[in-house]
């Protein structure tokens, strides 16, 4: 079976053919599964996160049916073939090694920031659009309700904006500074008080020539800083406008993070 988070919820065939049927609650039981593959979960904690803590009476007997009903989906000829398993007290589903779309991508972001961190910035960049290009949506829509989802959906939303900021730092060592200030200012305007991609924006900017703008993108965001969050720009933002305000900025906007693995929960 192959499963897709990173946008809508889909569990598909090896074929890719989406199986069909599958009821909300299906396929919100599915994800709390993928956020422990191959571990076994017991029915009460499975309870206990799909109900956010608070399950109905007919919780257990809704569970089992659940299970059933799935098992029946996933292998309708013979539900015993189902990915899905009974064990002592819970369930267990059975994922193959990179059959979910959120585990291809930590793969790709953590190739491409191995290669931008030992200086090859062109296969950084192909990995990172590699992994961006997995994304079909902000993760996991329609399932926020059920908190430990919700918490997932957040952590891979953050992760997908981290990358995306990882590529905008390699082009920009690849000296790509004017073709990416339009798609810089879009996802500045759209993040208005991350400091990483105005920092970015105001290199670009500066680099291409434009320093009186690079200056009044640094203006917007201190104003957005103080008036939202009472606070002024990070020394490192504030160090970047004044090198651009004297034309020192030769150095490198590549920044070194580490990878983090976003299809395991977090502890």
């Avoid at 919780?59 to 098992?71: D, E, H, S, W």
């Avoid at 200086?119 to 950084?124: F, I, L, P, S, V």
């Avoid at 981290?162 to 730092?169: G, H, K, M």
């Amino acid at each position: 079976m192959l499963y897709a988070v990173l946008g809508p919820f889909l569990a598909m065939k090896p074929s890719g053919d989406v199986i069909a049927g599958l009821a909300p609650r299906h396929r919100q039981l599915l994800a709390l599964f993928l956020l422990n593959p191959n571990i076994p979960v017991h029915r009460d904690r499975l309870i206990d996160l799909l109900w956010n803590g608070c399950p109905t009476n007919s919780a257990r007997r809704n569970l089992t049916t659940y299970i059933a009903q799935m098992r029946q989906r996933f292998s309708p000829r013979d539900p015993g073939l189902s990915p899905l398993h009974t064990v002592e007290g819970g369930y267990l589903l059975s994922v193959p090694p990179e059959s979910v779309d959120a585990e291809i991508f930590n793969r790709f972001a953590a190739q491409g920031r191995i290669a931008r961190d030992n200086g090859d910035y062109h296969n950084a960049a192909k990995m990172f659009e590699k992994a961006l290009s997995l994304w079909r949506g902000d993760a996991l829509p329609g399932m926020r309700h059920v908190k430990e989802l919700c918490a997932w959906a957040e952590r891979l939303d953050e992760e997908r904006r981290a990358v995306t900021e990882d590529l905008f730092d390699v082009r920009l060592a690849l000296g790509h500074h004017r073709e990416i200030v339009g798609g810089l200012a879009q996802w500045a305007r759209r993040h208005p008080l991350r400091e990483r991609p105005h920092r970015q924006l105001m290199l670009a900017l500066h680099r291409s020539g434009r320093t009186r703008d690079a200056s009044a993108s640094y203006q917007r965001l201190r104003r957005a800083l103080v008036d939202r969050l009472g606070t002024e720009p990070s020394p490192d933002t504030q160090a970047l406008h004044q090198r651009i305000l004297t034309g020192d900025t030769t150095g490198s906007a590549v920044r070194r993070a580490p990878a983090r693995d976003i299809t395991r929960r977090a502890t």
